[in-house]
Each structure stands twice: as structure tokens, then as C-alpha cells.
């Protein structure tokens, strides 16, 4: 018994059985309902129980807003490693490293360009999974990049920041892309273009305090924490218990932070409508003169029909030749 236990049996089962993925289902972490992963990509990365918007990385995001999921990525400078010499459980430049080998990019920003609805458009979209989405030297050389293209093309800019702040690792360095990335900002309204600001989830720290709340149009995820400090150390400091839902998307529209909380499934559309207003100011199709009444003017005669059109003749007061008064 021991042997058909103990050989027989492994072998049987190394045979029949399938390796199961371990993606397969997903957890929402509002509801706690398990998703198949099908419908979960179906659904845009929206829960089908109570609608919350999970975190999704840039490539699905740029995917869900361009034309037929169509982008062309470029190629950022690559950023510089540990400048400081930064080091806390572990150093700057293991962690830099780690971050580069799970999500495949440099730093935590993608940038891409493409059309929405038919417009040029330029997308600069933050990447949560690379060390929280932190702000360094590579994410402002990544949004300035985005908005010399922008200028180049005669775009529109768009910014999805999903981050937790200024990157610690680079210190002063770090806070410096704060007035380094709103001076590129300035630089787009300078030439006329639209500087769209996509809030998601989260959005916080430096990243809060600067770029992002400088857009023509703020729009949100539904349910996006959007804020500076976290709400605990707020509490600890004013000592205060603060409103429910506060710095949830749906907080800063009702006091005027952001303009729409949009779905995730009606964000490609929404954008669409905006850069068509912004870039295509003027109607598509050809203006056609309305007929205009006639029109009594002193001094003329009234009009007279001639082939069915309505023409206004001047009245001749000349005296004919030869006659008098």
C-alpha cells in the first residue's frame, strides 16, 4: 500500500493534473466580491457588484482612451540613479532596480501620443505599481518631455497622476520637479492648448500640490482619494473629525476642486466632446445663408420677382432727357 501510495499515485496525479493560474480571480477590495478576470477586463477593471475602480497600470489606461486602443509610446531619458546616495532599509538603487524589473519601464511614468475622438492628443499617464507612482527626476524629465510634444504637435496635453507624492529617495531633487513640471504646464496654456488633468486613485503629496490641480478641465474616477497630506495626519494636527468621504472625488465636486466625476466606461467619450470643443471650435459643416425677407428701404423700390428670385431695385429718380419739371 505503501508503494502505490507513495509512487504510483504521485505519478498518476503528475499526469492529470493542470497548473491553475494563480490571475485567474480578483479580489475588489471594496466589496470583497471575487471577479473572473475576464469579466473583470470586460468591465474596464470596474467592480460588477459595487462599481469601485480598481487601479489599473498605464498600458490598459492609454488603451481604454485612444482611438480603437491605437498609441505610439517615446523613448524617456533614462533617470539618474541614487544622486544622493540615498539609503534606508535598503538603498535607493536596489529599490530603483526591483521597481524596473516588475513593472518593465525606467520610472513611473508612460508617455504616449495618439488621436481622441479624432484629435491629437498627448498622455502622460502615471504608473501606481512603480514605487507608489513617486515623483523624481524621471517623472519631471518624462512631463516635460510630454509637453515639448504637445507643443510640437499642436496637442492637447493630458496628465493621469496616480501617485503618492514626491520620491523621499531623492530629496531636494525630487521637490524641484514641483516648479520644474508647472513651468512646462505654463508653457502649453502659453500657446493656447488644453491641459486636461485625469484625477485617479490616489492622488496625493507633491504631485497634488503642484501640476495636478492646475488644469483647464479636473476631471475624477468615481471614488479617487485626491488630496495632500492623508486624512489621519490631517485629524492628528487640527484635531478634528473630519466629514465622511472626505477627499473622495465625489467631496471635491460638491466644493468645486474638480469639474466631473466621470466612469471609467465613459471617460474615452467625455474626453472626446472636451477636445472637440477646445481644438474644433467651429462647425464641421458648411454654413448655408438663410433667404432673407424683403425689406421696404426708404428711397428704393419695392422688390420684384424675376425667375423666382427676390431681388431689391433701386428706384431711378433721374429726370429723362429732354424733359423738365
Known amino acids: ?3 502505490i501510495t507513495n ?39 470596474v467592480c460588477p457588484e459595487c462599481g469601485h475602480h480598481l487601479r489599473i497600470g498605464p498600458i490598459e489606461r492609454l ?33 530603483l532596480r526591483e521597481a524596473q524589473t516588475k513593472t518593465g519601464r525606467n520610472d513611473a511614468m ?5 488621436t481622441i475622438g479624432g484629435v491629437p492628443a498627448v498622455a502622460a499617464v502615471f504608473d501606481f505599481g512603480f514605487m507608489g507612482g513617486s515623483m523624481g527626476t524621471g517623472v519631471g524629465d518624462a512631463l516635460v518631455r510630454a509637453a515639448k510634444l504637445a507643443e510640437t504637435q499642436n496637442a492637447a496635453l493630458l496628465v493621469f497622476p496616480s501617485s503618492g507624492g514626491a520620491r523621499m529617495q531623492e530629496g531636494i531633487l525630487s521637490l524641484m520637479q514641483m516648479p520644474r513640471t508647472v513651468a512646462a504646464v505654463d508653457r502649453i496654456k502659453e500657446r493656447g492648448l488644453p491641459f486636461i488633468v485625469i484625477l485617479t486613485d490616489p492622488t496625493t503629496g507633491g504631485v497634488t500640490a503642484s501640476f495636478a490641480m492646475l488644469g483647464d478641465i ?82 428704393k423700390a419695392p422688390a420684384t420677382k424675376d425667375d423666382g428670385k427676390s431681388t431689391n431695385h433701386v428706384a431711378d429718380t433721374r429726370t429723362p432727357a429732354g424733359e423738365s419739371d
Open 110 to 114: 508612460v508617455v504616449a501620443h495618439g
Open 63 to 95: 488603451k481604454m482612451v485612444f482611438d480603437e486602443g491605437k498609441y505610439d509610446t517615446i523613448q524617456l531619458p533614462k533617470p539618474a540613479l541614487d544622486p544622493l546616495k540615498f539609503r534606508d532599509q535598503k538603498r535607493y538603487t536596489d529599490r
Open 1 to 3: 500500500m505503501n508503494w
Open 218 to 299: 479636473h476631471l475624477a474616477e468615481p471614488g479617487s482619494i485626491i488630496g495632500f497630506a492623508g486624512q489621519r495626519v490631517i485629524q492628528e494636527t487640527i484635531r478634528e473629525q473630519l466629514p465622511d468621504g472626505f477627499q473622495r472625488a465625489e467631496y471635491l465636486l460638491e466644493h468645486g476642486m474638480v469639474d466631473a466625476v466621470v466612469h471609467r466606461k465613459d471617460l474615452k467619450a467625455t474626453l472626446g466632446r472636451i477636445l472637440a470643443l477646445l481644438l474644433r471650435p467651429r462647425p464641421t459643416a458648411q454654413i448655408v445663408a438663410l433667404p432673407q425677407p424683403d425689406v421696404e428701404i426708404p428711397g
Open 7 to 45: 509512487s504510483v499515485l504521485p505519478k498518476i496525479q503528475a499526469l492529470v493534473r493542470r497548473e491553475v493560474p494563480d490571475n485567474l480571480w480578483h479580489k475588489c477590495v471594496a466589496c470583497g466580491q471575487m471577479i473572473f478576470h475576464r469579466d473583470l477586463e470586460q468591465n474596464l477593471h
